[in-house]
Each structure stands twice: as structure tokens, then as C-alpha cells.
T-cell receptor, first 115, second 112 residues
Framework: DGGITQSPKYLFRKEGQNVTLSCEQN?????MYWYRQDPGQGLRLIYY???????QKGDIAEGYSVSREKKESFPLTVTSAQKNPTAFYLC??????????????FGEGSRLTVL | DQQVKQNSPSLSVQEGRISILNCDYTNSMFDYFLWYKKYPAEGPTFLIS?????DKNEDGRFTVFLNKSAKHLSLHIVPSQPGDSAVYFCAAHELEGNDMRFGAGTRLTVKP
């Protein structure tokens, strides 16, 4: 089945620790994204990547880092510099810029809780 | 700067009636508008979209209307079913843009 796989689904971390969220897609999509969802707010863009070895900051990139070494993979690291990391994180992919409606395909999300 | 706004955080309707979810935007450069449906602890799934060159798009029970002059779009669900109960996000992006903007979502509850 084609789709996006995020892991882990639930993650707990202590303050001051870095944590990496995995996102893998087998849809052969060029573009990948990380969003964060907080209660009462829309999805806010953290980082996105249009092509391998290239990525851009979204609206709330501070305290996060990403890499795009492979087309299929776009891991997100939540660093200790992120002041309020407890949230639901969503990874998504799309065919690419200017292609159709730009529909995003989302993973099932990862819920990070900082203790 | 919230470019896409959903001013109603929740909506409750009776099964069989029409559900109307509203969305406003500020960026006149948006070319595509999309609605996503989200269940708890799951990722959003695409529901329906509309291009800025159209004013209506219909898919089964779901119809999206776009009023460009008012920078407003709405999603109509008729008839509403209990399985439609979810959070609905409005989203928009420019043709060449990769940063899709989302509204805060509206939680729809359809009562049997």
C-alpha cells in the first residue's frame, strides 16, 4: 500500500532531550512537509522540502531541524531549544510545486509529550 | 498572520440536515482551496478542492462554493451523517507555492 508512515505514534521525552520523529513515504512524491497541530489552532508549517538535499523553513522552524537525504525520508528533530514541544506532529507529502491541486497526503501523526 | 480563517470552532447539526462550514482568506494570490477531514489521533484526509477559476465543485454529498470577491468559501454537506462528525480544515495555496495554509478547523458533530 502506498502511503506515509510516521513513527513513533506516541513519544515521551524529558526536558532538555532531543528527539527525532520519522517520516517515510512510498508515493514517489517530491515534496514533503512537517506540520504541528495545537488545540484550537490550524496546522502550522515547520519545515518543507521540495527536493532531495534541499529544505526551507516554515512559519515555526525555531527549535526544529530536518534533513532530506533520500526522497522517501524526511525526519524531524525536535531540539531542546524548542520551548513548547508538546504537540501533535504531522508529516505530509505532495507531488510537487505547481502540480494539480497540491493535495497533501498526511501520515497518522506523532504525539510528543515533554514531561 | 493567519491567512486562512475558520471563525466557527464547532458546529452541531441533526442527521439528514445540511452542514455548512465556512472559511475566509486574506491572500488574493491563492489559487487552490482544499478541505480536509480529520478524526482524532489521525492525519487529515483530503475531502474536496476547488480552483480559483471555479465557483463551485461538487462530489457526492459534498459541495464547495468559492466567492472570490468576498474571499470566502464554504463546504456544504447534505445530507449530513453521523460518520461526518470530525474536524474540518480549510486550506489554501498559491499555484507555485509549497506552503499550504490551514485554518484552525471546525469540529462538526452530526447528531443521530
Amino acid at each position: 500500500d502506498g502511503g506515509i508512515t510516521q513513527s513513533p505514534k506516541y513519544l515521551f521525552r524529558k526536558e532538555g532531550q532531543n528527539v527525532t520523529l520519522s517520516c517515510e513515504q512510498n508515493l514517489n512524491h517530491d515534496a514533503m512537509y512537517w506540520y504541528r497541530q495545537d488545540p484550537g489552532q490550524g496546522l502550522r508549517l515547520i519545515y518543507y522540502s521540495q527536493i532531495v538535499n534541499d529544505f526551507q523553513k516554515g512559519d515555526i522552524a525555531e527549535g526544529y531541524s530536518v534533513s532530506r537525504e533520500k526522497k522517501e525520508s524526511f525526519p524531524l528533530t525536535v531540539t531542546s531549544a524548542q520551548k513548547n514541544p508538546t504537540a501533535f506532529y504531522l508529516c505530509a507529502s505532495s507531488i510537487g510545486t505547481g502540480s494539480g491541486t497540491g493535495e497533501l497526503f498526511f501520515g497518522e501523526g506523532s504525539r510528543l509529550t515533554v514531561l | 498572520d493567519q491567512q486562512v480563517k475558520q471563525n466557527s470552532p464547532s458546529l452541531s447539526v441533526q442527521e439528514g440536515r445540511i452542514s455548512i462550514l465556512n472559511c475566509d482568506y486574506t491572500n488574493s494570490m491563492f489559487d487552490y482551496f482544499l478541505w480536509y477531514k480529520k478524526y482524532p489521533a489521525e492525519g487529515p484526509t483530503f475531502l474536496i478542492s476547488i480552483s480559483s477559476i471555479k465557483d463551485k465543485n461538487e462530489d457526492g454529498r459534498f459541495t464547495v462554493f468559492l466567492n472570490k470577491s468576498a474571499k470566502h468559501l464554504s463546504l456544504h454537506i447534505v445530507p449530513s451523517q453521523p460518520g461526518d462528525s470530525a474536524v474540518y480544515f480549510c486550506a489554501a495555496h498559491e499555484l507555485e507555492g509549497n506552503d499550504m495554509r490551514f485554518g484552525a478547523g471546525t469540529r462538526l458533530t452530526v447528531k443521530p
